[in-house]
């Protein structure tokens, strides 16, 4: 299902950084996300109740602009 609040991430297996852009125009990358959370929400029904309940204030981030 398509989000209304995330417009794309990809996640890079070597460092372990995903990169969420949200329809904002604001782009985030999480650091030290396991493989495992990354492929569970690209399955995941709902990207925004995953990414409330998985991702964001579990992992360190950094916004990129």
């Given at each position: 299902m398509?989000?209304?609040v995330i417009r794309h991430f990809n996640y890079d297996p070597q460092t372990h950084?995903?990169?969420v852009t949200?329809?904002?125009?604001?782009?985030?990358?999480?650091?030290s996300?396991?493989?495992e959370i990354?492929?569970?929400w690209k399955e995941a029904f709902s990207k925004?109740?995953?990414f409330n309940e998985y991702i964001k204030d579990?992992?360190?981030f950094r916004m990129l602009k």
């Open positions: 398509p989000s209304t950084v995903l990169k949200f329809v904002t125009g604001k782009v985030y990358e999480y650091l996300v396991p493989h990354y492929y569970k925004g109740q995953f579990k992992f360190t």
